[in-house]
């Protein structure tokens, strides 16, 4: 693991204003290996409120300018960032898996998704598209066109350290606005690291700004700060509601990517070696902590006996180990509160459900102590019992048997929650009724829950999702403003259409 270039045991610094400074604050947080303890990967600032306003200045000192460059020049800059990454793929990569704890083959997946977006929204610099709109005057036209919003606040999880703040950044930096952004204070290198690229592929002095912090206070100062005119924020649903409540007071422009409790549904007529292998992939890769993952399924009683056999199989050939060795399928949870959560809704689902496998950690693999924990499944779990219906983000999955095609959907749709669901059947009627009838942003026929393209919105209904998608098209829809021009050539005085 010390082959990451790294400075090792080093404070991430903050970038504002186009240089690398260091947090005044004095505070930090210690980052270790989720897999390795004794492997200290260094530490984060505790940055104060004051160097998140320097960093708004600087952002709304660059904006005129940034807004005057032309879009497809601001693109080539994201052409640049997606070479540069595709170079580096392997060593950031790596950096991935140490700072998260993700395994190297997902860390490969996220950063071959970055590439994708960051290549999809240089393109979009030149299809930044208005509307040219007939008039019900004679020689008037109405046409349309896209302006940036200002200075924009960028607030992301750990989960997907790179993935996810790419899929703002790309986009708020391409429509013209200039960007804070306060990343997790769990994966700062990885933030580091992304700022590095895109500074080097280009970016003016000011564009960028990325200060490193707490939520409640670093974060919290996007959020409040009145020169921050649009809030992007990824997370868990309490924070993701707190914001959009102090953001409202503002009238801010803000879009929120939260919480999920993501179903498959196993029908009876179903490919059930292929939802078996299916339901594992979405279920316990990257320890169950994509906000995608699949943490409930529902299955028809005429199948589940086997359904379960088949899914508990293959759980228990998955091997343990450092998300850096190429044979890991179970790698731990990004840190201690994370961990002990998932241990908490082990023991309230040995209370509610049956236990088939797992329920415990594992205290030490090939002798590193990690925050491992074994893939968990339970059965005959009630559809409205706690397990079924939080978010646990971990490697958890609830089996939820029922009678029929009603049922199922009944219980697919019982929590607060909405970003992906899966169904596996081989009856088209069914497929085309639960794409439509399942209460989720995304829905995914005879595949698992995860996965998604560069090009294509991504986002949830219900208490996942809040404003706006991101990605693809919508992502443009939010950070950009639409502004309406009425054009009248008649070179005379207005007679009609005067309300
Ligand atoms: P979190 O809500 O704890 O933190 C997310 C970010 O918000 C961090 O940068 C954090 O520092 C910041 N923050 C915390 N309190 C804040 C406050 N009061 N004001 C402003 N900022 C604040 O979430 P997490 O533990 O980092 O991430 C896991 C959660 O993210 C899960 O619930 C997961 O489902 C969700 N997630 C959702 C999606 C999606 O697209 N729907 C994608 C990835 C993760």
Not at 270 to 297: I, K, M, Y
Not at 365 to 374: D, I, S
Request: hydrophobic share 40%; proline share 6%.
């Amino acid at each position: 693991m010390s082959e990451i270039a790294l400075p090792t045991a080093a404070v991430c610094p903050n970038f504002i204003n186009g240089a690398w400074v260091e947090s005044r604050s004095g505070r930090t947080l210690e980052r270790r290996n989720p897999a390795d303890l004794s492997d200290l990967v260094g530490y984060a600032p505790l940055s104060t409120r004051a160097e998140v306003q320097d960093a708004i200045e600087s952002a709304q000192r660059a904006f005129p300018a940034w807004r005057a460059e032309p879009a497809p020049r601001r693109g080539r800059i994201l052409a640049n960032a997606a070479r540069r990454l595709e170079e580096q793929k392997e060593d950031v990569a790596r950096l991935i898996s140490r700072e998260e704890g993700k395994t190297l083959a997902e860390a490969r997946g996220e950063l071959g998704r970055a590439i994708n977006i960051l290549e999809y929204t240089a393109g979009e610099a030149r299809r930044l598209k208005g509307e040219t709109l007939p008039s019900e005057l004679p020689s008037n036209f109405v046409y349309t066109f896209r302006q940036p919003l200002g200075v924009v606040g960028l607030i992301t999880p750990w989960n997907f350290p790179v993935a996810v703040p790419i899929w703002k950044l790309a986009p708020a930096l391409v429509c013209g606005n200039t960007v804070v952004w306060k990343p997790s204070e769990l994966t700062p290198f990885c933030s580091r690291r992304i700022t590095e690229i895109l500074v080097e592929s280009g970016l003016p002095a000011g564009v960028l700004n990325m200060v490193n912090g707490l939520g409640e206070e670093a974060g919290d100062e996007l959020v409040e700060h009145p020169a921050v005119v649009a809030l992007s924020f990824t997370g868990s649903n309490a924070v993701g509601a707190a914001i959009n409540a102090k953001a409202a007071r503002q009238l801010k422009k803000v879009q929120l990517e939260m919480g999920g409790k993501n179903p498959v549904v196993v029908l009876d007529d179903a490919d059930l070696e292929l939802a078996a292998e299916n339901t594992v992939t979405g279920a316990f890769g990257s320890a169950g902590e994509r906000c995608t993952a699949t943490s409930r399924v529902i299955v028809m009683e005429a199948v589940a006996d086997r359904f379960v056999e088949l899914v508990a199989a293959r759980v228990s050939q998955f091997r343990m180990g450092s998300p850096l060795d190429p044979g890991t399928q179970v790698v731990p949870l990004v840190g201690r509160e994370q961990f002990e959560k998932v241990l908490g809704y082990l023991e309230i689902g040995k209370r509610e459900a049956t236990l088939v496998c797992g329920g415990e950690p594992a205290p030490a693999v090939n002798g590193a102590k990690g925050f491992f924990v074994r893939p968990t499944i339970f059965d005959r779990v009630p559809a409205n019992s706690r397990i079924a219906q939080e978010e646990i983000f971990g490697p958890v999955l609830a089996v939820i048997r029922v009678r029929d095609f009603e049922e199922a959907m009944a219980a697919a749709n019982s929590v607060r929650y909405g970003l992906t669901a899966s169904i596996f059947t081989a009856d088209a009627n069914r497929i085309f009724q639960a794409a439509e009838r399942l209460e989720c942003g995304m829905v995914h026929i005879n595949s698992p829950t995860v996965g998604g393209e560069a090009h294509v919105p991504f986002g949830g209904v219900k208490g996942t999702g809040f404003g706006q998608r991101e990605c693809g098209s919508a992502a443009i829809d939010f950070y950009s403003e639409l502004k309406v021009v009425y054009v009248d050539y008649t070179g005379r005085k207005r007679e009609g259409n005067l309300y």
